[in-house]
């Protein structure tokens, strides 16, 4: 599947922000998604995942009630609501997908993961 992310962008400290992930290419359905991070000079990390359904959300400790991710497989579409954000938030920001029905319990890897975006810069200014 192919993955779009948008919405990133400059914001002050305690703002908000909406990233979108359109999917192409293959049926929605039975994709786990994720999103991660990139800060400036350090390696990629897990921010959040959902499973296809949608009825479960995992997330990092360190965006843990900031952060919220949904889907509309409808739309094709994950999302990634940003909240109270953080210099520290500052990142490239991933989405990420694996086909299959059951989340891996590699979810909040990298290795997890079969395609990617190409990213979307978030840009927390303090």
């Known amino acids: 599947v192919q993955l779009q992310a948008c919405g990133g962008g400059l914001v002050q400290a305690g703002g908000s922000l909406r990233l979108s992930c359109a999917a192409s290419?293959?049926?929605?359905?039975?994709?786990?998604m994720g999103w991660f991070r990139q800060p400036p000079g350090k390696e990629r990390e897990f921010v959040a995942a959902?499973?296809?359904?949608?009825?479960?959300?995992y997330y990092a400790n360190s965006v843990k009630g900031r952060f919220s991710i949904s889907r509309d497989n409808a739309k094709n579409t994950v999302n990634l609501l940003i909240t109270s954000l953080k210099p520290e938030d500052t990142a490239v920001y991933y989405c990420?997908?694996?086909?299959?029905?059951?989340?891996?319990?590699?979810?909040?890897?990298?290795?997890?993961?079969?395609?990617w975006g190409q990213g979307t810069l978030v840009t927390v200014s303090s």
């Open positions: 990420a997908a694996r086909r299959s029905p059951i989340l891996s319990s590699a979810y909040w890897s990298p290795n997890g993961y079969d395609d």
């Open positions: 290419g293959r049926t929605f359905d039975n994709y786990y």
């Open positions: 959902i499973t296809w359904s949608g009825g479960s959300t």
